[in-house]
């Protein structure tokens, strides 16, 4: 390249970057190869820590990227032991180690035992009471049923579980092979079939802490959880309904219910004076202690009625709203000083509301009311004897 060109090139450069630039440019990589044998190259430092520094910095920022894509996930995710039910009308999920730490390690749900319930603990080693921590229920409902439903021919609902806990996996295999009726070996893992209650009862061991079990007709439907539990902990993963509601469900939720609502079906009767059309309902009790006012010792519980419409939501909140205000009207002309101010309390917090096509009920549940329904009549203390006039 001519001698003019180039002080002409540095010239024109040094007017647009500065005269640190056209050094640089000079002793630069670019430079030398443009002009080769002109010019020596000297590596910029500067340069050399950037590129050094860029792929360490851009691993970082891809690792991050992908935590917080995955706790996004995790966040809107149902419970792994939800995403192993099969497609279902209503899910109903409990986290009973957190009832278990709420209530000092004691159970809020005593279960009462007979004979057989005691000689199986004694042969499984599994406690109810003492060894469950998660169960998540998938409800089926009769096809007959009016708008459908996924539990086929039967006349009523049918029941698919997934539950976690400590169990003796030998134990409690040995106890189902002697007590069921034949033995399915699918994909690897034991399908137990027990006649129970006039109804066809499979049970399966999916791992060392998971149990997977349903009263289906069609075996399908537990082949298909054994099937769900070999495959990797999707996040998008899980029957259709709750992949769509379980957003709605507040977060830090041990207790919680997505579930289709059909009035007119059997199993709605009572339902009908508030639901007069079908609806989806998401019910979850939330201890999240970023809830105001703080309450260390109580839920909160929300409730949403997802409506075909923006007036049928109006509808279920003004019939919800009716109710409430009669049951404000009767213990104000009642006037019972003696009343539970727990219970009080509860139905005080008690709010309903419309958003859009939702009509969404909020309360605070103490978790003394939960002690008080789950106490055996031995265990409540005696109530006074009203005094006489």
């Known amino acids: 390249m001519p001698s003019g060109t180039v002080t002409w090139f540095e010239n024109i450069w040094s007017k647009i970057s500065g005269p640190e630039t056209s050094v640089r440019l000079r002793t630069g990589p670019t430079f030398a190869a443009a002009m080769p044998g002109c010019y020596h190259f000297i590596p910029d430092p500067h340069f050399m820590r950037i590129r050094r520094a860029f792929p360490i910095a851009l691993a970082v920022v891809i690792v991050a990227a992908a935590v917080t894509l995955a706790v996004q996930l995790r966040k809107h ?83 698919s579980e997934v539950v976690t806990g ?32 006039g109804r066809t009862f499979r049970i399966a061991i999916l791992g060392v802490d998971t149990v997977a079990a349903s009263n289906h007709d069609d075996p399908a439907v537990i082949r298909g959880m054994v099937d769900r539990s070999r495959r990797l902990a999707s996040p998008f993963g899980g029957p259709a309904l709750l992949r769509r509601y379980y957003k709605r469900v507040q977060l830090a939720s041990p207790v919680w219910m997505v579930a289709r609502v059909e009035p007119r079906s059997p199993g709605f009767e009572s339902w009908a004076s508030v639901f007069p059309k079908p609806a989806d309902l998401v019910v979850s009790a939330s201890y999240n202690p970023l809830h105001l006012p703080l309450r260390t010792d109580a839920l909160h519980v929300r409730a949403e009625a997802w409506a075909g419409s923006d007036e049928d939501a109006r509808g279920i909140a003004d019939k919800a709203n009716v109710f409430l205000s009669m049951f404000h009207s009767a213990e104000a002309s009642v006037g019972s000083p003696g009343s539970d101010a727990d219970v009080k309390a509860l139905f005080d917090s008690l709010q309903v509301r419309q958003e859009a096509n939702r009509a969404v009920l909020i309360a605070t549940l103490s978790t003394r009311v939960l002690h008080k329904l789950m106490e055996t009549p031995d265990q409540m203390p005696a109530q006074p004897d009203p005094p006489r006039k």
């Open 77 to 159: 995710a149902p419970p792994e032991t939800a995403r192993l039910l099969p497609g279902a009308d209503a899910f109903v999920y409990a986290n009973f180690g957190w009832v278990r730490k709420a209530n000092g390690g004691k159970p809020f749900f005593p279960v009462s035992h007979d004979a057989e319930y005691d000689r199986f603990i004694q042969e499984t080693g599994f406690d109810f009471e003492r060894d469950l921590d998660q169960a998540a229920i998938a409800i089926h409902y009769p096809q007959n049923w009016p708008g459908g439903g996924t539990g086929g021919a039967a006349p009523e609902a049918r029941f």
């Open 166 to 197: 400590r169990f003796d996996g030998s134990k409690c295999a040995a106890y189902l092979k002697r007590t069921a009726q034949s033995v399915e070996n699918y994909n690897s893992v034991d399908i137990f079939t027990i006649p129970l209650y």
